[in-house]
Structure formats: C-alpha cells, structure tokens
C-alpha cells in the first residue's frame, strides 16, 4: 500500500489507522509522513514496525515505511544524498516465503522522480544476488503535490489566488507521470496499475474530494512468476476525510 496521509496525519492518527487496517497490507509505505511520533504511533497501533526516511533539504518530503514482517535492514538514501530535495528509503524485508526489497522516493511533484540508479539496482535485488531465498522487487513512488504553475489554474484559481483540482490535470503532471512510467518499463519495471489489468488512463487518486491526479505509482521488477492480482485505489467512505489522498494497493502473487 502507499498512503500519501498528508502533513504527517496530525489530528487524523484514528481514521487513517482504520484506513490502513481496512485494507490489512502486509507492507505500507506513508508519504507526507513528516511527524515522527505519529508515524510511530500508526505503526504501533496496527502493530507493525517501521522505519523513517525525511529528506534533509525539503522536510516535507517524508517516507515512513510499515511492514508486518521483519525490516532486515533499511536506509535513509536522503542522508548521504545531502543535496537531493527528494525522501529517499531503501529496505529489505524478510516475508515468509522470500525476501522483500523496498524502494521508496517521494518528490515534490512538478520535479518528477529522479530514481537514483543505486536505488533502483538495490531495489531490484542487485545488491543481493548471493541471498539464499527469491527475492520481490518493489518501487514505490510519491508526488507530493504543491500549487501548479499559474499556466496550468483554471481562470477561478488565478482570481483567487489558489489552486483547486482542475478537471484535467496539469500539463506537468501527466507529462512527469508518463516520462516516469517510460524510464521505468525501459528498465525493466512493470507499473502495478497496469499489470494489475487496469490499462484504460491513469486511476486518479488524488484529490479525494474531486480525484484528478495519479501522484503516487507502484512498481514491480518484471519476472516470469510474478503476477499483480490485483490493483486498487481504496475509496471507503472514511479515506475521503483522513486525507488528501486516497490510498492505492497492490496484491502481488509469486
């Protein structure tokens, strides 16, 4: 699962704890998750662990990762990527029948996703080719989104000087997603929508009052016995108020 639960979920620990729990994911990665303590006590209460990544240069951008099984190791990327805006998380987690290795960026939306290489490689299992057990390789990316660019307001948001959901996304939106998902499939990466049998246009999942935005992407290393059963964007009633986000799923099958 990714979860963007924005600004860290302050006042909204409960519901986006049942948001998450709704769904029962055996790994969950939360962007937007700039509180510390909070991301902590959503882990507790769901009794998973976790492990935090922020960016060092934009503290908005913040990844907190949740696992129902064991975080074997897992590294804050942005920490030695001093001069990268982005959050930048890689782990390895051991699930029950093979390892799991996690790769997580969240970036300010209208920059796109700059995939460090070393990230991706780990993430595919490069780093840890001696390991005895098979291996699943996930890419999980986020957008955090902030006012687009005054060419891209509808006339009531330049007036106003705001920024609403337009009906169709902004420009720069759709052309960072497609760029993202071409660099990646080129790589070797299967988008979890579309492998999920979702091949129609992007699953907006973003704002949740009006969704027009797809802002957050899974990906999964493409392998013969690998098969995405299922992808969703989770739309219960209670996601519309624990955040600006709804959150997406992946159901990965070996």
């Known amino acids: 699962m990714i979860y963007n639960i924005f600004n860290g979920g302050s006042g909204r620990i409960d519901p986006i704890c049942h948001v998450i729990g709704s769904e029962s994911p055996d790994v969950a990665v939360l962007f937007d998750a700039t509180h510390h303590e909070k991301a902590m006590t959503i882990a507790r209460n769901l009794n998973m662990a976790v492990f935090p990544a922020q960016s060092l240069r934009h503290p908005d ?5 949740l696992s129902k099984w064991e975080i074997i190791e897992a590294a804050n990327l942005a920490a030695v990527e001093p001069f990268d805006k982005q959050a930048i998380l890689q782990a390895t987690i051991c699930g029950p029948d093979c390892l799991v ?18 990230l991706a490689e780990a993430a595919a299992g490069n780093a840890t080719q001696a390991a005895t057990r098979p291996a699943v ?6 957008g955090r989104p902030t006012t687009a660019p005054t060419q891209d307001m509808l006339p009531q948001e330049k007036a106003r000087g705001t920024a609403i959901a337009p009906a169709v996304p902004p420009s720069w939106v759709a052309r960072a997603g497609a760029e993202t998902v071409a660099r990646l499939e080129a790589s070797g ?3 979890a ?3 999920g049998g979702n091949t129609a246009a992007p699953i907006p999942n973003y704002p949740t009052n009006q969704p027009a935005y797809r802002n957050d992407y899974i990906f999964i290393k493409n392998r013969s016995d690998l098969r995405i059963k299922n992808f969703r964007v989770v739309q219960n009633p209670l996601a519309r108020f624990a955040s600006d986000h709804f959150p997406i799923c992946a159901d990965i099958v070996l």
């Open 137 to 142: 390789s996930i890419l999980l990316l986020g």
């Open 193 to 195: 929508q579309t492998a």
């Open 61 to 65: 951008c913040a990844i907190a990762l």
């Open 101 to 118: 290795m996690i790769g997580a960026v969240q970036s300010v939306a209208e920059g796109g996703f700059k995939v460090p290489t070393a």
């Open 189 to 191: 990466w299967m988008d």
